[in-house]
């Protein structure tokens, strides 16, 4: 008995593993949050799906797992990574806990897909090809004060960062904090740059200033990359150097 937990990519068939869509064709049944079983209805349209909304994830994989037990071939899945803010490590520890009060727990199978921040940084040229941070901006299930804690960190290690889930709607300011927090130790013309719905219908990629960065109005389905001191624009496109133009 196991549950594959399945990383999907950031939409389309395309950007999906080879290993993905072969355990997807496999499984009879798909879960995950409706945005992403949405967009995978017209690529696998025989499965039966089973989607709850967000803030539903604990019912979701404690669903899922018990089918699991059962016998049913069955993924959660995830956009990009599930081991990224995926279910992965929520579907692990629901796991350790069926194991210890059942003798039927079904094995946890974590299949990768490309997560938002290399996919989004292969449209944006290639901002991530130094070291580099990921930080989400959301606040549900993480202390602002240590979301603020880690932008500060990366901003004085003059690290690359990159930040997932940069605003909604009841954190529409976010993103322009987080901007505030590093303009403390970065220049405001720090080369920047953001991606929204990538590998999706209506994709929008653009390169800006970190002062420029700060008046946007991010989203959900927004990524935002934040370069480093030697970040620079080449061409339209944000890149990172490393050095091996100068060896
Ligand atoms: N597991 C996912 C991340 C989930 S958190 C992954 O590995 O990519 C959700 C955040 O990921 C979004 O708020 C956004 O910042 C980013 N994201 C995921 N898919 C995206 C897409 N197709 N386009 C732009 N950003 C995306």
């Given at each position: 008995m196991s549950l594959y937990v399945v990383g999907i990519g950031p939409?389309?068939?395309?950007?999906?593993t080879v290993e993905a869509k072969n355990v997807l064709e496999s499984c009879h049944i798909i879960a995950g949050y409706t945005v992403y079983t949405e967009l995978l209805k017209p690529y696998f349209p025989h499965k039966k799906y089973y989607s709850t909304p967000m803030k539903q994830e604990k019912e979701r994989c404690g669903w899922a797992l018990a089918r699991a037990a059962e016998g049913e071939a069955i993924a959660v899945v995830c956009s990009g990574d599930p081991g990224i803010y995926g279910m992965a490590g929520l579907l692990c520890q629901l796991q350790a806990q069926a194991q210890q009060e059942t003798v039927r727990a079904a094995e946890i199978i974590v299949i990768p897909g490309v997560t938002a921040a290399s996919s989004g940084a292969a449209r944006l040229g290639a901002p991530l090809t130094h070291d580099f941070a990921v930080i989400s901006l959301s606040d549900l299930l993480t202390p602002l004060a240590v979301i603020q804690k880690r932008l500060r960190c990366a901003a004085m290690g003059d690290m690359v960062i990159c930040l997932y889930n940069p605003a909604s709607r009841k954190r529409a300011d976010y993103l322009r904090m987080a901007c505030d927090i590093v303009l403390e130790y970065k220049s405001p013309q720090t080369v920047c740059g953001y991606v929204r719905q990538i590998g999706r219908e209506g994709e929008e990629v653009r390169v800006l200033s970190l002062e420029q960065l700060r008046d946007i109005q991010a989203d959900m389905f927004t990524t935002v990359y934040i370069g480093n001191d030697s970040t620079m624009e080449l061409g339209g496109k944000m890149v990172t150097p490393r050095g091996y133009a100068d060896v």
């Open positions: 939409g389309g068939l395309d950007g999906m």
